[in-house]
């Protein structure tokens, strides 16, 4: 089955701790994307990116970090400088970033700061 | 900013009558705008689509509809069943990486 996994499905930090959020597609896709999901707003971008060893930041990259080494893998670290990191976390694909824009989404991982 | 709206927050219908969702976009540049649904706990799944070079869309009942000149755009769901209640999003795209999502709706079929 082709998709997008994400793990683990609950995870829970200590302050001060970094963490980090795992994601990867077999669908062949080029572009991934991170979004945050708070309750009652809609999906927020952290980071993108359009290719392997290239991302951006997105609309609240702050206090967030990724890296793009593999083309199926998209990790997120949510470092101890993000203020309010308590959050659904949510990985996008889509086959390329500007020819066919239908994202699929993964099935999300809930963070909570202790 | 660019941003799109996102009307009701929540909505109940009873089993087999019609439920609509409405959305407004502000950027004038959104050529793609997708529909998602989002069960409790899991990532959205996409139900259709629509693109500006068409004002409608269906798939079997589920239909979306795009007035360009007003930028809005319109989720209809018709002979609901509770398998529908989920939560709905609604998103619209210049075709680039950026995707401006509305704030949601919570859908309850009553049966």
């Known amino acids: ?31 991934m994307y991170w979004y945050r999901q708070d309750p009652g707003q809609g999906l927020r971008l952290i980071y993108y990116s359009q290719i392997v060893n290239d991302f951006q930041k997105g609309d609240i990259a702050e206090g967030y970090s990724v890296s793009r080494e593999k083309k199926e893998s998209f990790p997120l670290t949510v470092t101890s400088a993000q203020k309010n990191p308590t959050a659904f976390y949510l990985c996008a694909s889509t086959p390329r970033l500007t020819t066919k824009n239908t994202q699929y989404f993964g099935p999300g991982t809930r963070l909570t700061v202790l | 900013g660019e941003n799109v709206e996102q009307h009701p927050s929540t909505l109940s219908v009873q089993e087999g009558d019609s439920a ?8 004038s540049a959104s050529n793609y705008f997708p529909w998602y649904k989002q069960e409790l706990g899991k990532g959205p799944q996409l139900i259709i689509d629509i693109r500006s070079n068409v004002g409608e869309k269906k798939d079997q009942r589920i239909a979306v509809t795009l007035n360009k000149t007003a930028k809005h755009f319109s989720l209809h769901i018709t002979e609901t069943q509770p398998e ?18 509305g704030t949601g709706t919570r859908l309850k079929v009553l049966a």
Not at chain 1, 8 to 19: C, H, M
Not at chain 2, 20 to 27: E, G, L
Not at chain 2, 88 to 97: D, L, M, N, V
């Open chain 1, 1 to 31: 089955d082709g998709g997008i996994t994400q793990s683990p499905k609950y995870l829970f930090r200590k302050e001060g701790q970094n963490v980090t959020l795992s994601c990867e597609q077999n669908l062949n896709h080029d572009a």
């Open chain 2, 20 to 27: 609509v969702i409405k959305c407004t976009y502000s950027d």
């Open chain 2, 84 to 101: 529908d209640s989920a939560v709905y999003f609604c998103a619209a795209s210049p075709g680039t990486y950026k995707y401006i999502f």
